[in-house]
């Protein structure tokens, strides 16, 4: 089967025909995500994401649906109160962004969130609004950061407080030029955000801090390799977090695969590190997974016993993209 975009917005129609028949409680699904690329497809597979609004509390805020072993269907379920107050939508850097980007609305009982988009989009990209947004982003990075004072070892759960603080002042720092960094895409396009704010040298920064600068690539085939086992493991549980469900274990291999055969492999680590973190943080220590997940930690400069370096080292990541906000900010008036 060809996968063309057409034929991932067809399905996305047709999955939303559906799921309004079945559910009442839906007032609007809107599209979001890689579809609005020119080409959403990396490494033949990719995402639908939709976001459904329903009038009450939603059963769960995130569900993973299987289209094919290339495709699934990423959904995002949102009560409508969060919606009532339009006008702070422009500040909020999760919500924010994507209800401004999408251009699909697939179902709006009565037009009402063509409504709120228009109040939410109208000077959306005015330089204060950005600035909050920007901040908003730093400081839950920060917050994230003053979770792991004091740790003195890299577990899976202190290492998913680590890249979240990573991901989101990253994500500050390109949020000036663009959308936050979309997650397969994270290392490749920081390069050019780097450069849209004068300063490469934080990507280096990210590289190092990371382990990624001084990781033996020589061996990385092989890691790939014990990765890709540990996703697939019989051991994990049924219950997973969405970001890493079964159904989306072709999303990240072929994209790392990909990335191995293009030279792109920071791109690789990048994936590997932020799905393992994820899977290992709900298993059990004694899973040869999550053993296996540890040493490769150690590779990437974790080492047992000097976590603290690490979250020293982040303090200072985090200090370099607060200097770059608040440069720009004097600039523009933000």
């Not at 559906?18 to 579809?35: E, F, M, P």
């Not at 000077?123 to 004072?149: S, V």
């Not at 020589?218 to 469900?245: F, K, M």
Request: glycine letters at 4%; one cysteine or more.
């Amino acid at each position: 089967m060809r996968i063309t975009r057409d034929l991932l917005l067809n399905a996305a129609k047709d999955f939303v025909t559906r799921s309004v028949k079945a559910d009442r409680s839906i007032t609007a699904i809107y599209l979001t995500g890689s579809l609005f690329t020119d080409n959403p497809l990396f490494g033949g597979t990719t995402d639908i994401d939709l976001v459904f609004v329903h009038d009450r509390i939603p059963i769960a805020p995130r569900e993973i649906h299987r289209f094919t072993d290339e495709i699934t269907l990423d959904l995002y379920h949102h009560n409508q109160a969060i919606y009532e107050q339009p006008r702070l939508l422009r500040v909020d850097p999760t919500l924010g962004p994507p209800i401004n980007s999408t251009r699909i609305i697939l179902h709006d009982s009565q037009h009402w969130f063509e409504y709120t988009q228009a109040i939410i989009t109208a000077q959306f990209d005015r330089a204060d609004y950005q600035g909050e947004r920007i901040r908003k982003l730093a400081a839950d990075a920060r917050a994230a950061w003053w979770h792991l004072e004091g740790k003195e070892n890299a577990t899976p759960k202190e290492m998913v407080s680590f890249i979240e603080s990573v991901e989101l002042a990253t994500n500050a720092v390109a949020s000036i030029s663009g959308l936050p960094l979309a997650e397969r895409r994270f290392m490749l396009g920081l390069p050019e955000r780097c450069q849209a704010v004068e300063n490469p040298q934080f990507g280096l920064a990210l590289a190092s801090l990371l382990g990624f600068s001084t990781f033996d690539f020589s061996a990385l085939e092989e890691w790939i390799n014990r990765w890709s086992a540990a996703l697939s493991s019989p051991d994990n549980p049924s219950s997973v977090p969405p970001g890493i469900h079964p159904y989306r274990r072709l999303y990240y291999s072929n994209a790392v695969k990909s990335y191995f055969k293009d030279g792109q492999l920071e791109s690789c680590l990048w994936i590997m590190l932020k799905t393992w973190t994820a899977l290992s943080s709900y298993l059990s220590s004694r899973i040869t997974g999550v053993k296996e997940y540890s040493v490769f930690l150690s590779a990437l400069g974790f080492v047992k016993g000097s976590f603290q370096e690490k979250v020293t080292s982040l303090d200072s990541y985090l200090d370099a993209s607060e200097d770059i906000i608040k440069l720009w900010a004097q600039e523009v008036g933000a």
